[in-house]
């Protein structure tokens, strides 16, 4: 097992941040695959309707899953830079305190994502035929919480040590789990969007217990009793590092809903055809999201170490990896995205062709600006490395106003697809944002290694 733990300190960048990215690319792929077979199963199975209910939920549910990633994403950010400095026992008291922290967050997610589930759906105006559906997601998908908590925080701990693997293979594993469970509650059982629920949440709950037996093989995470108790300095700091990111994530997710609110607006074709490119969202930006968390732990491993020279090179790779990459996925999509678009739909040949033509319509306008959603992910994460959660979260900020105005006010210019632009706008002011903040932040990191006796972290 410490053959899997990896120090990202010595070596050239570009093949640290790409190899230890390709184990969660593959990973975060075979996580869509199964969020990409929920989709497909509902919405063959169960028709229009179903999957239209599944994107009224969308956001709600993601706002959840937002703040539980923001939260783990935090605490790890502190275990790699410990990590890095060699401070091993510091490691164990800061996992102990994360675990305690989870626990306590996911208790409060829970109760509120229950007591809002109803309002919410009712304020964006979700059609009656719908809404009932989703709320039933909702509700499943909510009491799965602390589930899923638990899931984000094993798999964080274990890429701060630069495990990428082990979150892999828990993943493979889970992806499995949930295809079968997908068919069987769904199509054998005729669970119907509840299966759907229930299926997920047992597929994170197999890759929660995955994770957690191969935490307890690692040595120098001899966490003991003592080391699960809230700390006061330490509690802070990884509340600092947390809090910041979930908030960013949770703000972003009310854009999202506020575009959701209009998409519903346009009618239940509609709603599928944008749901159906929603789900390809996660697909689009997968590898986005694993050079970000190579990114995190990269330069959160370097800052402790004081090896501040690589966090510029680092980010400079990241750059360049990640701006080729979104261009091979741009390409992919506008060639076969219509043929994948179409596994998501059913429904009489009026019905298929309509909500089709309104989701390629909408894959072709991502797939196109795609360069400036992996730009922003390569920022954010070598900002939130460093330590730094506030700009990350002013960012987020940003991509709240440019979502909300623009789906508010652009389909009244446009028309309907100026929704569509909502995204592109949102990326957009999130990226002017966090590009000033690198410089910034970078310069203030410089200036501190240079001082005499100033630690890093």
């Keep these: 097992m410490a053959s899997r733990i990896k120090t990202m300190t010595e070596g050239k960048p570009a093949s640290l941040i790409f190899a230890f990215a390709m184990p969660l690319m593959v990973g975060n792929i075979f996580q869509q695959l199964y969020t990409v077979v929920d989709t497909m199963v509902v919405g063959k199975a169960l028709g229009v309707n179903a999957l239209a209910a599944l994107g009224a939920a969308d956001w709600m549910n993601w706002m959840m899953l937002g703040m539980i990633q923001g939260i783990t994403q935090g605490f790890g950010i502190l275990m790699a830079q410990e990590f890095g400095a060699g401070k091993y026992k510091d490691l164990c008291k800061t996992v102990g305190s994360s675990v305690i922290l989870s626990l306590l967050s996911a208790v409060l997610l829970l109760g509120a994502g229950q007591w809002m589930a109803y309002p919410v759906l009712e304020l964006l105006d979700t059609p009656p035929e719908i809404i009932g559906d ?151 930006e997968v590898a986005a999201t694993s050079y970000g968390y190579s990114m995190v732990t990269y330069v959160g491993q370097n800052l402790g170490a004081g090896r501040i020279d690589r966090i510029r090179k680092g980010m400079k790779s990241a750059v360049l990896i990640s701006l080729v990459t979104s261009v091979l996925i741009a390409a992919v999509m506008l060639i076969f995205g219509k043929a994948i678009l179409s596994c998501f739909i059913s429904g009489t040949p009026e019905e298929v062709e309509q909500t089709l033509k309104i989701a390629y319509y909408y894959l072709s306008i991502m797939s196109v600006f795609l360069p400036v959603l992996y730009i922003l992910h390569a920022t954010r994460s070598t900002i939130q490395g460093m330590g730094n959660t506030l700009f990350p979260m002013l960012s987020g900020i940003a991509e709240f106003l440019m979502r909300a105005v623009t789906a508010i006010r652009l389909p009244m210019v446009v028309g309907e697809t100026g929704i569509f632009y909502a995204e592109i706008m949102a990326w957009t002011g999130a990226d002017l944002i966090l590009v000033c903040s690198y410089f910034i932040v970078m310069h203030g990191v410089k200036k501190r290694s240079l001082q005499p006796h100033s630690p890093c972290i």
């Design 134 to 284: 989703a709320l039933l997601y909702l509700r499943i998908m909510y009491m799965g919480i602390p589930i899923v908590m638990s899931y984000n925080l094993f798999a964080t701990i274990l890429r701060s040590l630069g495990d990428g693997r082990t979150p892999l293979y828990a993943m493979i594993v889970a992806a499995a789990v949930n295809i079968i469970l997908d068919f069987l509650f769904v199509l054998v059982f005729d669970f119907g969007i509840a299966g759907a629920a229930v299926a997920t949440l047992i597929a994170q709950l197999v890759s929660s217990l995955f994770c957690i037996y191969h935490i307890r093989k690692i040595e120098l995470l001899a966490v003991s009793p003592s080391d699960f108790r809230l700390q006061g300095r330490r509690s802070v700091r990884l509340l600092i590092l947390g809090f910041p990111m979930a908030f960013q994530n949770a703000v972003i997710s009310v854009g999202g809903m506020i575009v959701q609110s209009v998409v519903n607006g346009f009618g239940v074709i509609f709603i599928a055809g944008f749901t159906a490119t929603n789900k390809l969202y996660g697909v689009l």
